[in-house]
């Protein structure tokens, strides 16, 4: 997974809102951010350092194989 | 056999608060960051767990409190005291350490956000739980100034650590980092077992040892 | 202005995926396609919708949406923004970390020598009034930035919210734009969804701004997976006429886990921004793909960015002899500079890894691999036609600024390290205040009933699909179409073709039956219907521009033809509807009326 998982969020969205490709949404039950669209994750890593409390962990590969212009 | 007893009693308190976290941190499954955050990290949850201990260093620990006189339990629980509750007093501040080693987020910022995230029953109870470890901490340093009879005074100790532990449980549960299952289960057990000893020794008080201090 | 999340509830998540899962199992039986069905999580026919008026709508919130509405609003009209993402987080503005200013105490060159080498560079290819409007302009906008604190952390939000909080623009954020609206012949609005609320939006405008940035076709490696050419095809379907779609930023990545854009990069996304002087260059990426394209993929390609005669290939992109020294993209790179290619096997010029006493990302390093910027141009040669030097398009009211803007002022080629950026601000800027008195002279026209209805019919479709593709399959399936080596990047007439068959099959036969079960597909949806029509444009101007050129290189046809091709491809909507292609000379303003009609009128 390029997101990988958060650990000790406060729920205050600036990795929701900071996301650009919408990887991120508030879960309703426990107000804390989820990763419901991993797949779309480019690793940018804005939500990481928009994070307050340096809560995201991201890795540098993806779940899905990669289409490049050669191999 | 009276020394060997006491060594016994203290290496169970050193070993639940101290050496069952440890465990519990190096073999869980956790993000390591770099060593000052992890060593912020594990300050903070032994920090923790210390103040749970809270409980078992105090005239609740009646066992403990026989073995190696109520003085020494009492300089114990007083170290521990202070010195942890500085810890957890500072730990909001902990949180955002690494703001200060980047370009991003100014680690104001960051704080400002971290402390005005009221949407989040974690945060709610993490600024009740710091009220209430510095009202703690406030009432038992000036315990003598505040003209209470000892008694009265206890109860408020006894019952506002209540609240503060529940309250700080709760959101240590809820919002830490590192608060795996086992994380989470054993502080609860912990919790429990102090709660039950200091309602039991609350509510079915015979007022033995009211009078020592 | 604060957004909100999902409304929905989980009891209502529950229904209803738990009665498309008995439909599936029962569609399972008959035919198997239980693959296809479309399991809407949100009621498509409760959707509200909502009409907010303005003067001028910003449409996107990088670096020219925000001069664009700062200006706009400083030349006294009522303006509002609405973006995909979040301002100054969204498109390739939180990643560039280079400005250009050209300011004339510290340079050598005058702006006319410094726009007569940009020329000489872009062989011709760039738009003069635009490269010297960069330069005349640069130097305030970053000033002004720097008085936002721009300068002063490595995120933009926070510097970006300055003035637009300051003059209490409204933001709204996180809705996706699906359709420009045109009436009488003139821009009269823009329509889409919130991703968060379930809400179709209008809003009607006197002139609207598009600062859309650019787009690809969500390449692996490259922060631009939000950025779909959204602005230039929603244009392109109300007649506009849009440029550039034969160029290609050519940047590499590394072999291994080549989609992690932030580790190719180094720490580079970590730093904060900072200015840069007169550097002219010829960075051509497809040198790059050439190289690999000869020798055999990227085992016997040799360092990159050392020029092709070290790896023993001839031939290739032609590089004008006063720029031979420089290396391919990305090679030179120093610090401060904006988007170019990480330094793939550049030992020397490898950036610091991450701090915090960590290693090396895992994977990083080893060979690269290409194709990590496929589907976008150069910077600011696709896009809008522009009719003047302000940044107006073929469409009354109609304007665009950035990246979103064929403005060509870095030309074919990338010439200005840094100038991207700025050149976003102060087309941002000019753009802004040209809307703003244009919005003074006309009077703002509600969107007819009639257009609302079918708009949003348009915009909700493949929430109301029972069954069709995943927008994240057919993306899947253009990436495999278009990033190989042989289609877009090292350019012959068959391959084109039959690339362009295999579009068009996604256009006719796919697009149409795009489905999406919430409002984060909605939008991917929308994204790749956008992505497909690019590639079709992209395709169809490569297969005209019967030579080689900066960074368009034809295997087929590798050398410039000055007789034939000092000229630009504008690209628009036939009067049947199909897509047209014209042709406009270098240093030429396009005009408003469509060839067809040039024709007939001659």
Known sequence: ?71 | MKTQNYIIKLSVLIFSFLIVPLLLYFTGNFQRRSTLMETLSITTILGFSLLLSQFFTSRLNIGLVKKIRMVNVLAIHRFIGYFFIAVILLHPFFIIVPKFFDNGVSPSDAFVKLITTFSTTGIILGIIGYTLMLLLMVTAYFRFKMHLNYKTWRRLHGYSALLFVIAATWHVIDMGRHSNTLFSTYYVLMVVIGVFYLLKTYVTNTGKHENKT | ?602
């Not at chain 1, 340096?54 to 590969?61: E, G, L, M, S, W």
């Not at chain 3, 952390?153 to 919210?161: E, M, Q, R």
């Not at chain 3, 823009?190 to 076709?217: H, M, P």
């Open chain 3, 1 to 602: 202005m604060k957004t909100k999340h999902r409304k929905i509830s989980r009891r209502k998540f529950i229904t209803l995926t738990g009665g498309a899962a008995g439909f599936a199992a029962m569609g399972g039986f008959a035919m198997q396609v239980d693959w296809a069905l479309n399991n809407p999580e949100i009621n498509a026919e409760t959707l509200e919708n909502n009409r907010i008026t303005t003067d001028v709508l910003v449409v996107g919130s990088g670096m020219a949406g925000l001069f664009a509405a700062v200006k706009a609003h400083d030349a006294g009209a009522q303006v509002l923004m609405v973006s995909k993402g979040r301002l100054g987080s969204s498109g390739q503005t939180p990643f560039a970390k280079g400005i250009f200013a050209y300011d004339k105490d510290n340079e050598a060159l005058s702006i006319d020598e410094f726009v007569a080498k940009v020329s000489r560079s872009a062989l011709g290819t760039n738009n003069k009034a635009y490269t010297r409007q960069l330069a005349e302009h640069s130097l305030a906008r970053v000033n002004e930035l720097r008085e936002w604190g721009f300068f002063e952390s490595s995120l933009y939000n926070k510097s970006f919210s300055k003035p637009i909080e300051e003059r209490n623009i409204p933001v709204h954020e996180r809705v996706t734009i699906t359709h420009l609206v045109k009436e009488d012949d003139r821009i009269i609005g823009v329509a889409g969804f919130s991703i968060d609320e379930q809400k179709v939006l209008f809003y009607e405008a006197k002139s609207v701004i598009l600062c859309t940035g650019a787009g690809g076709f969500k390449p692996n490696g490259f922060p631009i997976c939000d950025l779909t050419h959204d602005g230039t095809v929603m244009a392109y379907n109300i007649g506009a006429k849009v440029t550039g779609k034969e160029w290609n930023d050519g940047h590499p990545a590394k072999s291994e886990n080549p989609a992690a854009c932030y580790d190719g990069w180094g720490d580079m996304f970590e730093q904060k921004p900072s200015t840069t002087r007169i550097e002219i260059r010829h960075d051509l990426g497809v040198d790059m793909n050439y190289m690999a394209y000869i020798n055999g993929g990227a085992a016997q390609m040799g360092p990159p960015g050392r020029g092709n005669q070290s790896n023993g290939v001839s031939g290739g992109p032609y590089r004008p002899e006063e720029f031979t020294s420089q290396g391919g993209p990305g090679g030179h790179s120093q610090d401060g500079e904006e988007i170019q290619g990480p330094p793939p096997g550049d030992s020397d010029r490898k950036r610091p890894l991450r701090k915090e006493g960590k290693v090396a990302p895992p994977g990083m390093g080893g060979s690269v691999v290409g194709g990590s910027t496929a589907g976008m141009s150069i910077h600011k040669a696709e896009g809008l036609v522009p009719i003047n030097d302000k940044c107006e398009s073929t469409i009354p009211g109609l304007y665009a600024a950035g990246d979103a803007l064929g403005s060509y002022m870095a030309g074919g080629i990338y010439t200005q390290i840094g100038s991207s950026l700025s050149g976003s601000a102060v087309q941002g800027a000019i753009a802004g205040e040209t809307a703003a008195n244009y919005s003074k002279t006309v009077k703002s026209k509600n969107i007819s009933t009639k257009k609302l209805k079918s708009i949003e019919e348009d915009i909700l479709a493949p929430l109301k699909r029972e069954a069709g593709y995943s927008p994240a399959w057919v993306t899947q399936t253009l990436q495999s179409i278009m990033i190989p080596n042989f289609v877009l990047y090292i350019k012959k007439e068959n391959l084109m073709k039959a690339a362009l068959a295999y579009v068009e099959e996604l256009r006719d036969h796919h697009v149409p039956h795009l489905r999406a079960s919430n409002l984060h597909e909605l939008r991917l949806a929308h994204e790749t219907k956008n992505m497909v029509i690019s590639a079709e444009m992209k395709l169809r101007a490569s297969l005209m521009r019967t030579e080689s050129r900066c960074s368009h290189f034809r295997l087929d046809y590798p050398e410039v033809d000055n007789e034939n091709w000092q000229a630009w491809i504008n690209i628009f909507k036939g009067e049947d509807g199909s897509m047209t292609l014209e042709k406009q000379p270098f240093n030429t303003w396009a005009s408003t009326t469509k060839s067809s009609e040039i024709e007939a009128n001659s």
């Open chain 1, 1 to 71: 997974m390029p997101i990988k998982s958060i650990n000790g969020c406060i729920g205050c969205e600036e990795c929701i809102k900071s996301c650009p490709t919408d990887v991120l949404r508030l879960n309703p039950d426990s107000k804390k951010a989820e990763i419901l669209y991993p797949e779309d994750c480019q690793i940018c890593h804005l939500c990481r350092m928009y994070c307050p409390v340096d809560a995201i962990v991201i890795t540098p590969d993806k779940s899905i194989p990669v289409i490049v212009s050669w191999g």
